[in-house]
C-alpha cells in the first residue's frame, strides 16, 4: 500500500510560479508511474504530468508543456512538479497518484490506484 501526500499549493497571481510535493510513504516499489492530475469545479479530473521512476520517462499535457516540469528525488521518495508561467485556467485542487506499470494511459486517472488528498492552487489575474 502506497500513501502520498501533496503540499506547496496557494495562491499566486497569473504569471507566478509554485512547486507542488507528492511524498510517497510505504513505497516498496522502484519504478512507478507517478502522476500529477487537476480537478476544477465542475470538470473532469485531468492528467497534468507523469513521471517513470524506473527511467525518468516525463509525459506532459498540451494545456501546461513548457510551463511545468516534473521531477523526482528518489533518495527522498519525492516527486515535485514545478509550475511557472501559471494562468487562471491552472486553477484547480491538484492531486498526486503513483501505480505499477498496467498499461494504461497517464493521463487516465482511472489507471491510476493510489491518490494524495490533494492540494489547492488559485491563479487569480
Known amino acids: 500500500q502506497v500513501q502520498l501526500v501533496e503540499s506547496g499549493g496557494g495562491s499566486v497571481q497569473a504569471g507566478g510560479s509554485l512547486r507542488l510535493s507528492c511524498v510517497a510513504s510505504?513505497?516498496?516499489?522502484?519504478?512507478?508511474?507517478m502522476g500529477w492530475f487537476r480537478q476544477a469545479p465542475g470538470k473532469e479530473r485531468e492528467g497534468v504530468a507523469a513521471?517513470?521512476?524506473?527511467?525518468?520517462?516525463?509525459y506532459y499535457a498540451d494545456s501546461v508543456k513548457g510551463r511545468f516540469t516534473i521531477s523526482q528525488d528518489n533518495a527522498k521518495n519525492t516527486v515535485y512538479l514545478q509550475m511557472n508561467s501559471l494562468k487562471p485556467e491552472d486553477t484547480a485542487m491538484y492531486y498526486c497518484?503513483?501505480?505499477?506499470?498496467?498499461?494504461?494511459?497517464?493521463?487516465?486517472?482511472?489507471?491510476?490506484?493510489?491518490w494524495g488528498q490533494g492540494t489547492q492552487v488559485t491563479v487569480s489575474s
Open positions: 497518484a503513483a501505480d505499477l506499470p498496467n498499461g494504461g494511459s497517464w493521463f487516465n486517472a482511472a489507471d491510476f490506484a493510489y
Open positions: 510505504k513505497y516498496t516499489y522502484s519504478s512507478v508511474y
Open positions: 513521471i517513470y521512476t524506473g527511467g525518468g520517462s516525463t
